[in-house]
């Protein structure tokens, strides 16, 4: 299953385009890498794929995750990396000096001068991302909604993930909490 925490990945990616986009596309790309990609961007999807990874792992997420799994069992994963981008858009000013919206218009001004690089459905996805303002969108729990919906919709069971919002608002203290735990850690772990 797909993981979407775009706008964190994003974030922990850096500035140069490569980046960006193996970042971005990691969701997007299935095994071995080979000679597909240029070699910034294979080393875009090889970070994006380390923080998966290190995310997995990490203590705070299991938490986290915790919170969503008797609800939502084995989409308590995709669930999280969805919230994981609504606290770090509520929280952006912790992380960034940057606005949340001139950073994004940076970031997609800098993907759309290599749109033509984008690989297999990104480049479908990507047009949408940008123009409809998902990203932006994570900062309220709506838009959070409105992610979920679509992404169950494009699950084979619908398993009507949006009714997870409902932990937004009655666990967002420990949710938020387990966040702030975790992501100082992420950005580190990007850095290095």
Request: hydrophobic fraction near 40%; avoid cysteine.
């Amino acid at each position: 299953m797909a993981r979407v925490n775009y706008l964190a990945h994003l974030f922990l990616a850096g500035d140069s385009a490569e980046s960006l986009i193996g970042n971005l596309a990691g969701d997007f790309v299935k095994g071995a890498l080979g000679d597909r990609f240029t070699p910034g961007i294979r080393d875009g999807i090889r970070q994006h794929r380390r923080i998966d990874a290190f995310t997995d792992t990490h203590p705070s997420v299991a938490a986290f995750r915790r919170v969503l799994i008797p609800e939502h069992r084995h989409y308590a994963r995709v669930i999280a990396d969805v919230f994981f981008d609504h606290f770090l858009a509520t929280s952006w000013r912790q992380y960034s000096q940057e606005s949340l919206e001139r950073f994004l218009r940076r970031t997609w001004a800098t993907i759309d001068a290599h749109q033509a690089e984008l690989p297999g459905r990104l480049a479908f996805v990507y047009p949408r991302m940008r123009d409809e303002g998902w990203l932006l969108s994570y900062g309220d729990v709506e838009g959070i909604r409105i992610a979920l919906t679509n992404l169950s919709r494009r699950l084979s069971r619908h398993p009507h993930l949006e009714t997870a919002t409902r932990h937004l608002t009655d666990s967002r203290a420990e949710l938020q909490r387990r966040f702030d735990d975790f992501f100082p850690d992420v950005v580190a772990f990007a850095k290095a």
